[in-house]
């Protein structure tokens, strides 16, 4: 069963805009992962956020994350054409193996 | 860099035939995965492994086998293809320790027909 559901499911902005999405998992965790992925392609690595942390920055992205409510949210600033993709959050178990659980994505478009 | 390389990239199958998805990996990474992408579902995964010799189910593994001679390779096999089975088929691969991020191959679109 899915773990994570993103939210929105489709996000439209204008270019230089930023972009949240925010994502909501239902049991403990280890780690959350938000991970993009461009039409066609496989998915690729952006931030992981351990569950002791509450908030990460990597260039333009910004990810925080809250134990107590189970959810985490995902902040693209300044956003540009080439962000246009679907973005997915993936949650670590516990098991003590690196198990990723997916979300279904929001898919964000980036208009020039 | 190869990374993850998975073959084909695209395959048709009528129902009832079997074949295999390649998944092979250069990094010496211990944990191999096979998730399959659908229309509004995100991925789900199909089966794991730990290491050579060692698999086990995720959360959709009917009609599906796999197995682990090498840490490098990681294919997936369609017993008897299904329409049910048609799909987007992507392999991962990452350390077997937490907090550590996955690598995708391209993916395999498969169309059962």
């Known amino acids: 069963s899915q773990q994570g559901e993103e939210d929105p499911q489709a996000l439209s902005i204008q270019e230089g805009e930023n972009a949240t999405m925010n994502c909501s998992y239902k049991?403990?965790?280890?780690?959350l992962q938000w991970y993009r992925q461009n039409s066609g392609r496989g998915l690729v690595h952006l931030i992981l956020i351990r569950s002791n942390e509450r908030e990460k920055h990597s260039g333009r992205l910004r990810v925080t994350l809250d134990t107590s409510k189970k959810s985490s949210s995902l902040l693209i600033t300044a956003s540009r054409a080439a962000d246009t993709a679907s973005y997915f959050c993936?949650?670590?178990?516990?098991?003590?193996?690196?198990?990723?659980?997916f979300g279904k994505g929001t898919m964000l478009l980036v208009s020039p | 860099n190869a990374g993850v390389t998975q073959t084909p990239k695209f395959q048709v199958l009528k129902t009832g035939q079997s074949m295999t998805l390649q998944c092979a990996q250069d990094m010496n990474h211990e944990y191999m995965s096979w998730y399959r992408q659908d229309p509004g579902m995100g991925l789900r995964l199909i089966h794991y492994?730990?290491?050579?010799?060692?698999?086990d189910q995720g959360e959709v593994p009917n009609g599906y086998n796999v197995s682990r001679s090498t840490t490098e390779d990681f294919p997936l096999r369609l017993l008897s293809a299904a329409p049910s089975q048609t799909s987007v088929y992507f392999c991962a691969s990452s350390y077997t320790r937490q907090n550590t991020e996955a690598f995708f191959g391209q993916g395999t679109r498969l169309t059962v027909v």
């Open positions: 993936a949650t670590g178990s516990n098991s003590g193996y690196s198990t990723l659980t």
């Open positions: 049991t403990s965790i280890n780690n």
């Open positions: 492994s730990v290491g050579a010799g060692i698999t």
